[in-house]
């Protein structure tokens, strides 16, 4: 198995290939066990909807909340409206507002536009980064983790991964952060140096060390914002992001 790609000559684990395949399909069985599945209802919203009909469907909501259903609120533009963002934020903002207090608020952005929102913000230090490229790396991630059902484990598989790239160039082998006359290993590069397949496999390839023992996870209670020297990572993955950011840019 592969533990190390980025490594020189990159590091492979010998394991017994039939009792990890066993592992694997018994932790798969276990978690089927334990999903509960929970109905998802959608409530349509215009950025122009009136007082009233928009009171109803907020009532209609608090009702599937009730139930016990998650609910999924879609803002929909149809041409001119699109010149007109602000008024999809107020209908949205009013809705938070709203339910805020029968129900815990997620924001599911899509990829793409995650992409294109942190694509712009790395861009302004590193040469020009695709957000094609950053959107295709999550959902290879998320893909597989989907296929393993890591589920609540997912977080501790990516906060690991990049506790792991930040401190270490590879197994046993920490990473040199201290600025040199050269300049910060962070500091940006003229062109492009980083590989969409060679992220994704590295992810892997940690995540299943993780499993095995063979990489360090990230410390109880670790976070981004502890590390030093990276101040300006700490800023992008701080900040607010709406999906309006990502329609106006």
Same mark, same amino acid.
């Given at each position: 198995?592969?533990?190390?790609?980025?490594?020189?000559?990159?590091?492979?684990?010998?394991?017994?290939?039939?009792?990890?395949?066993?592992?694997?399909?018994? +932790?798969?069985?276990?978690? +089927?066990?334990?999903?509960?599945?929970?109905?998802?209802?959608?409530?349509?919203?215009?950025?122009?909807?009136?007082?009233?009909?928009?009171?109803?469907?907020?009532?209609?909501?608090?009702?599937?909340?009730?139930?016990?259903?998650?609910?999924?609120?879609?803002?929909?533009?149809?041409?001119?409206?699109?010149?007109?963002?602000?008024?999809?934020?107020?209908?949205?903002?009013?809705?938070?507002?709203?339910?805020?207090?029968?129900?815990?608020?997620?924001?599911?952005?899509?990829?793409?536009?995650?992409?294109?929102?942190?694509?712009?913000?790395?861009?302004?230090?590193?040469?020009?980064?695709?957000?094609?490229?950053?959107?295709?790396?999550?959902?290879?991630?998320?893909? @597989?983790?989907?296929?393993?059902?890591?589920?609540?484990?997912?977080?501790?598989?990516?906060?690991?991964? @990049?506790?792991?790239?930040?401190?270490?160039?590879?197994?046993?082998?920490?990473?040199?952060?201290?600025?040199?006359?050269?300049?910060?290993?962070?500091?940006?590069?003229?062109?492009?140096?980083?590989?969409? +397949?060679?992220?994704?496999?590295? =992810? +892997?390839?940690?995540?299943?060390?993780?499993?095995?023992?063979?990489?360090?996870?990230?410390?109880?209670?670790?976070?981004?914002?502890?590390?030093?020297?990276?101040? =300006?990572?700490?800023?992008?993955?701080?900040?607010?992001?709406?999906? =309006?950011?990502?329609?106006?840019?």
């Amino acid at each position: 198995m592969e533990v190390s790609p980025n490594a020189d000559p990159p590091v492979c684990r010998v394991l017994n290939y039939g009792k990890l395949k066993y592992e694997e399909k018994k +932790k798969i069985q276990i978690n +089927k066990k334990k999903q509960h599945v929970i109905k998802v209802k959608e409530i349509r919203v215009r950025p122009r909807i009136d007082t009233h009909d928009l009171t109803t469907k907020l009532n209609m909501g608090r009702k599937f909340l009730s139930d016990g259903c998650k609910l999924k609120i879609t803002l929909i533009f149809r041409g001119r409206e699109l010149s007109r963002i602000d008024l999809g934020k107020d209908v949205m903002d009013r809705v938070i507002e709203e339910l805020s207090e029968v129900a815990e608020i997620e924001k599911d952005i899509p990829l793409e536009l995650l992409g294109r929102k942190y694509a712009k913000e790395l861009s302004e230090k590193y040469d020009e980064v695709n957000p094609i490229h950053i959107a295709s790396i999550a959902e290879d991630i998320v893909r @597989i983790l989907a296929e393993i059902e890591a589920g609540e484990e997912s977080i501790n598989y990516i906060n690991g991964f @990049i506790y792991f790239t930040v401190n270490y160039e590879a197994i046993g082998k920490v990473r040199n952060r201290k600025p040199s006359l050269l300049g910060n290993i962070f500091d940006g590069d003229k062109q492009l140096q980083y590989d969409e +397949k060679l992220i994704v496999r590295s =992810f +892997k390839a940690y995540m299943y060390s993780l499993r095995s023992g063979a990489v360090p996870s990230a410390p109880s209670g670790w976070s981004l914002d502890q590390e030093k020297d990276i101040d =300006f990572l700490k800023e992008i993955a701080e900040k607010e992001f709406s999906i =309006f950011d990502a329609v106006q840019n």
